[in-house]
């Protein structure tokens, strides 16, 4: 089967911890895409990777990192320098012939 | 720049009515529109996409959509609703595709009621 996996699904971290979440995905899609979902206010960019060894800023990147050694890997680190980290982390991926994102199951962090 | 408006944060029907989300879209350059649907604690599952083929744009599990350029909107709509419709509905714009930057509303709730 293909699709986007992310782990782990509940992830909790102490204040002042780095903490990496993992996105892959067998769709052999070109871009893959980092997002952070808080109630009420829908889905912000962090982090998007059109190619491998290249990423560009979202929205709301400050805090965060990423790289994209792999087609099929773009983990995300949660750094100290996140302020608020508590969050639902979504990863998504798409090519240019379908157009369209689809996303894993996403991972909940809480900070401790 | 590109953006969306979900107006209602919450909506409820009874089961069996007609199911209407709004959302309205900005954007500088004819859009790609989407609407997502969530289940708790689970990823985003595309609904379906208008990439400008057609105004009214058929999707899964019985949900459609109409294109409406003179009022920059893109509603999502069922004609009748069931108890598993019950989701968070997200609406979402691009300039450019799903393969660039999509820009998404801030959701909305459907409570369906026995």
């Known amino acids: 089967d293909g699709g986007i996996t992310q782990s782990p699904k509940y992830l909790f971290r102490k204040e002042g911890q780095n903490v990496t979440l993992s996105c892959e995905q067998n769709l052999n899609h070109d871009a893959m895409y980092w997002y952070r979902q808080d109630p009420g206010q829908g889905l912000r960019l962090i982090y998007y990777s059109q190619i491998v060894n290249d990423f560009q800023k979202g929205d709301i990147a400050e805090g965060y990192s990423v790289s994209r050694e792999k087609k099929e890997s773009f983990p995300l680190t949660v750094t100290s320098a996140q302020k608020n980290p508590t969050a639902f982390y979504l990863c998504?991926?798409?090519?240019?012939?379908?157009?369209?994102?689809?996303f894993g199951p996403g991972t909940r962090l809480t900070v401790l | 720049a590109q953006s969306v408006t979900q107006l209602g944060s919450h909506v409820s029907v009874s089961e069996g009515a007609l199911v209407l989300l709004r959302c309205n879209y900005s954007s500088s350059v004819p859009p790609y529109l989407f609407w997502y649907v969530q289940y708790p604690n689970q990823g985003l599952q595309l609904l379906l996409k208008?990439?400008?083929?057609?105004?009214l744009v058929k999707g899964i599990n019985g949900f459609e959509a109409e294109f409406k350029k003179s009022e920059t909107s893109f509603h999502l709509t069922k004609p009748s609703a069931h108890m598993s419709d019950a989701a968070e509905y997200f609406c979402?714009?691009?300039?450019?595709?799903?393969?660039?930057?999509?820009?998404f509303g801030t959701g909305t709730k459907l409570q369906v009621i026995p």
């Open positions: 979402a714009v691009s300039d450019s595709g799903g393969y660039q930057k999509v820009t």
């Open positions: 208008y990439t400008s083929a057609a105004t």
């Open positions: 998504a991926s798409s090519n240019r012939q379908i157009d369209t994102q689809y």
